[in-house]
Each structure stands twice: as structure tokens, then as C-alpha cells.
């Protein structure tokens, strides 16, 4: 397996654990996330934190199943299924995403979302 790998499947492990350190953990202190076109749309591990800790507050049973891992070199790509609810409402809402990750200095320094 590789390092890339590894970090996509403890960083899945965290989120569905809604445990934000140990999620952020898996992230260089430059990650970048990007849109479907590469356009960034957040950079640095404040920003990120801030991104994520927003989002586990708003919803509860917050999940994620990847049925599909692809890993070359640093570059890993997850068929990504997800779901959460909305904490005032209770509302349900999910998709289906493809995210690739890009290894840096031994974290994820890049998540790219399509879809």
C-alpha cells in the first residue's frame, strides 16, 4: 500500500469519526483544495480547520464510504459516497464525489473534488 494510500484511509477514518484533530492531522500545514477545474478554494491547515470544524458542527452523522481506491506515486483517487445531517432540521442530504489527493512532505497536501 502506499503513503498516499495510508493517508486518505486515516483521514476517511477520522472524518467518520467526526475527530477533527485527528482528521486535520493527515493535512500539510499548505494544504490546498480545489474545485473540479483546479481553481483553489482554500489553502493552509487555519483555513481548513476552520472549513471542517463549521461543518461537524452544523451536521451530525456525518459519513463517508469509499468502495473505490486508486493510488499511483503520491496521487491517490477515491470514489467517495457520503451522507450527514443537518443538526436544526434534520434534514438528510449526501452525493457521490471523486477526490484526489496529492502527497506532500509525507501529508496530504492537496484534495481535489469532482462532482
Same mark, same amino acid.
Given at each position: 500500500?502506499?503513503?498516499?494510500?495510508?493517508?486518505?484511509?486515516?483521514?476517511?477514518?477520522?472524518?467518520?469519526?467526526?475527530?477533527?484533530?485527528?482528521?486535520?492531522?493527515?493535512?500539510?500545514?499548505?494544504?490546498?483544495?480545489?474545485?473540479?477545474?483546479?481553481?483553489?478554494?482554500?489553502?493552509?491547515?487555519?483555513?481548513?480547520?476552520a472549513r471542517y470544524a463549521g461543518m461537524f458542527e452544523r451536521f451530525e452523522q456525518v459519513q463517508a464510504s469509499v468502495p473505490?481506491?486508486? #493510488?499511483? +506515486?503520491?496521487?491517490? !483517487?477515491?470514489?467517495?459516497?457520503?451522507?450527514?445531517?443537518?443538526? *436544526?432540521? /434534520?434534514?438528510? #442530504?449526501? +452525493?457521490?464525489?471523486? !477526490?484526489?489527493?496529492?502527497?506532500?512532505?509525507?501529508?496530504?497536501? *492537496?484534495? /481535489?473534488?469532482?462532482?
Amino acid at each position: 500500500m502506499s503513503l498516499i494510500a495510508d493517508l486518505a484511509r486515516a483521514q476517511l477514518k477520522a472524518y467518520n469519526q467526526g475527530d477533527l484533530d485527528a482528521f486535520c492531522a493527515c493535512y500539510h500545514r499548505k494544504v490546498r483544495v480545489l474545485d473540479e477545474h483546479g481553481t483553489c478554494t482554500l489553502e493552509g491547515i487555519k483555513a481548513f480547520r476552520a472549513r471542517y470544524a463549521g461543518m461537524f458542527e452544523r451536521f451530525e452523522q456525518v459519513q463517508a464510504s469509499v468502495p473505490h481506491r486508486l #493510488s499511483q +506515486g503520491r496521487h491517490c !483517487v477515491d470514489l467517495e459516497h457520503y451522507s450527514r445531517v443537518e443538526r *436544526s432540521t /434534520q434534514e438528510r #442530504s449526501g +452525493g457521490t464525489v471523486l !477526490v484526489r489527493y496529492t502527497e506532500l512532505d509525507g501529508l496530504i497536501g *492537496s484534495a /481535489q473534488f469532482f462532482g
